[in-house]
């Protein structure tokens, strides 16, 4: 069964530093999207990509994080500065339309 | 913003047993997909059960079903016959039909323990 992969499980990085996340969504999916969760809390939504564009983003997603598509299969998640409070579980996910979203099994990111 | 409450944030069921598990949500919109996912302790969501808010008819998967009160912006998911494995974080979910985003809005989860 198809199934959307990250890599890395886990990455541990200083502050400041940057970080790629990255994702293989199923490959007929036309959606991509990223989400975080802190530890024990709420899944909170970052970006959707479209045709090769973000279709929408919410306030977390500042000029910290961006987002690439940058061959047929790979869609990343960039943060160029890390900083404390971004230490999370980083979920990507692909659907085909307005459907379910599938998700991958997550990136740990722990910023020290 | 579209917003997504559940106000369990744990519940507890015994082997056998039916358990609901309740949703509220707040949108001006008449077309929308609602969703409960389940993220068992290995992280990855996976998809329970959807609703098509055009449909009147409750969506049903097995021992899963929902309960879909549009009027009263309600979606709780009713797990029959409960089993060990079915212990997991569940989220609530609701997404546009119409949104160019199509971004799932998550409540914060209700965390259910299972026992023997």
């Known amino acids: 069964e198809p199934e959307v992969t ?8 200083q502050m400041g530093q940057e970080v790629i996340l990255r994702c293989v969504p199923i490959s007929n ?18 970006v959707s990509f479209y045709n090769n564009e973000i279709s929408e983003k919410s306030e977390i997603f500042d000029d910290q994080f961006s987002v690439e598509r940058p061959d047929g299969s790979n869609f990343t998640l ?3 500065s890390t900083k404390l409070e971004d230490s999370a579980m980083y979920f990507c996910a692909s659907s085909e339309w307005a459907g379910e979203l599938f998700f991958g099994e997550g990136s740990r990111l722990t910023v020290l | 913003a579209q917003t997504v409450t559940q106000s369990q944030p744990e519940m507890s069921v015994q082997e056998a047993e039916t358990v609901t ?3 509220t949500y707040d949108t001006s919109e008449s077309d929308y997909y609602l969703f409960w996912y389940k993220q068992p302790p290995s992280r990855q969501m996976i998809l ?38 079915d212990a997991a974080m569940y989220f ?5 039909a119409w949104n160019s985003g199509y971004a799932l809005n998550f409540g914060k989860g209700t965390s259910l323990l ?3």
């Open chain 1, 6 to 13: 990250q890599t890395p499980s886990h990455q541990v990085t």
């Open chain 1, 29 to 46: 999916h036309l959606y991509f999207y990223w989400y975080r969760q802190i530890l024990g809390q709420k899944v909170e939504f970052l």
């Open chain 1, 78 to 80: 960039k943060i160029r």
């Open chain 2, 21 to 23: 598990l309740s949703c």
């Open chain 2, 48 to 85: 329970v059960i959807r609703q098509e808010a055009y449909k009147q008819q409750n969506a049903t998967e097995n021992r899963f079903s929902v309960n879909f009160q549009k009027a009263a912006k309600s979606f709780s998911l009713k797990i029959s016959d409960s089993q060990l494995g």
């Open chain 2, 92 to 96: 609530c979910a609701y997404r546009s």
């Open chain 2, 114 to 116: 299972v026992t023997p």
